[in-house]
């Protein structure tokens, strides 16, 4: 693709990382092929393509609209057309360069729109105020109307968490939202490591990953969350802990990419870099485990829902299925497996219709072979996907538990 970038960004780091993004692409369009905004709507520029058209006219010297904020604000950032684009165009690199600007430059957003997100920073990001919130929704939910009461989150009770008594040990990010909704998730996790001799630890001084942030509109909020957690790790590190263990995949990809994200900052560039290099999924430590103690009680049939943060962001595709698999489960086909459910951060909340348009084509997918329980590996996708299914829905760590 030829460019012609504006002097506003030329000279810059990011303008060159964002020409040299561009250039990458040829405009096949076998992208749009696999984007979910794209099939459902139809639209050039609610898919990859032509968002990348509307990105590159910014870069340009356009003058972006509500409109170009628009096609931009509903991209899922699913990252599916990576793992479709022959030419290897870095999209995800591309849609956060095109919407910082088009956040900086375009009208500003109307009363709703721009105090949505802060809304949402402001109740997610405070673990505290958020466990309050959901336990007081989750006393009414019995009286709720349906619609409402699906919404809230049931309670899952916490379990036990083995004490550290293993030579080897590895930090779990606790994260904002997952503590309180399921907290079963982390001592699940804990449970499984102890039993391959890791003990599996918090820090208590780290917190959100800052991803909420990074896709709400507030990139300087997710930098101060990941100084915050590569404070919180580094101590520990040193002190000969293997790895940062994710069990969110969302919070896991957006770890991964401190090194990017902090790749300015000359306090933080190489601190960023060496927690990005231990960060693993749950899912690679058990990879590389022997799994032969583990012996799971019950041996349901499952459908797996691959989460895109997982299976496009951090490209672990078929890891959780073959270890799901050594260990004696039986996985039922998933057709359209590599769709967003519509869950993808915060945009559940910010695009409801278009979100629930995706859970009934994903829960549709994930069904039809009549599995015992959907398994998946993120908590913002089990929430979404339980609030449109009676089948439980769990973090597939925890079936390996039982």
């Known amino acids: 693709m030829k460019t012609s970038l504006a002097a506003f960004i030329r000279d810059t780091d990011t303008g060159r990382e964002a020409d040299a ?76 360069i095109g ?15 721009r105090n949505a997100r802060k809304l949402v920073r402001s109740t997610l990001l405070n673990t505290e105020r958020f466990s309050t919130l959901l336990k007081f929704g989750q006393r009414l939910r019995p009286i709720l109307p349906g619609a409402l009461k699906r919404g809230v989150p049931a309670p899952r009770l916490g379990a036990s968490w083995p004490a550290p008594r293993q030579k ?35 820090a208590p001084e780290s917190g959100c990953c800052g991803a909420v942030s990074q896709h709400t509109s507030a990139p300087s909020d997710a930098i101060e969350f990941a100084r915050r957690n590569i404070d919180a790790w580094l101590p520990h590190l040193d002190a000969g802990v293997e790895a940062i263990v994710m069990t969110a995949s969302g919070c896991g990809v957006h770890v991964k990419e401190y090194g990017y994200y902090l790749r300015d900052d000359p306090a933080y560039a190489d601190k960023a870099k060496r927690i990005a290099a231990a960060v693993r999924d749950i899912s690679e430590i058990l990879g590389g485990e022997d799994l032969s103690k583990l012996t799971p009680a019950v ?38 497996a590599h769709l967003c459910c519509g869950s993808a951060g915060t945009y559940s909340i910010l695009h409801p219709v278009l979100s629930r348009r995706l859970r009934r084509n994903k829960l549709n997918a994930l069904t039809g072979e009549r599995p015992d329980v959907i398994a998946t590996a993120n908590i913002g996708c089990l929430t979404h996907l339980q609030a449109g299914t009676d089948l439980p829905v769990r973090h597939w760590i925890e079936l390996l538990a039982d």
């Open 21 to 96: 993004i561009l250039r990458a692409c040829v405009h096949c369009g076998f992208c749009n092929a696999t984007c979910p905004t794209y099939q459902l709507l139809g639209d050039e520029l609610d898919g990859p393509r032509g968002r990348i058209y509307l990105i590159k006219e910014v870069l340009e010297g356009h003058a972006p609209t509500a409109t170009t904020r628009l096609h931009l604000d509903r991209c899922l950032t699913c990252r599916n057309c990576e793992t479709t684009c022959p030419s290897g165009v870095r999209y995800g690199r591309l849609i956060d």
């Open 99 to 113: 919407r910082d600007l088009v956040e900086r430059q375009a009208p500003r957003r109307k009363f709703w729109g």
């Open 168 to 202: 080897r040990r590895m930090l779990v990010l606790a994260g904002c939202v997952q503590p309180a909704v399921a907290p079963s998730i982390n001592a699940a996790a804990a449970r499984v490591l102890d039993r391959l001799g890791i003990s599996l630890i918090v």
């Open 299 to 336: 041996r349901a049939k499952i459908a797996f829902q691959s989460p895109c943060s997982l299976q496009h962001g951090q490209k672990l595709g078929g890891v959780v299925e073959e270890i799901l698999h050594k260990a004696g489960f039986t996985l039922v086909a998933v057709p359209d």
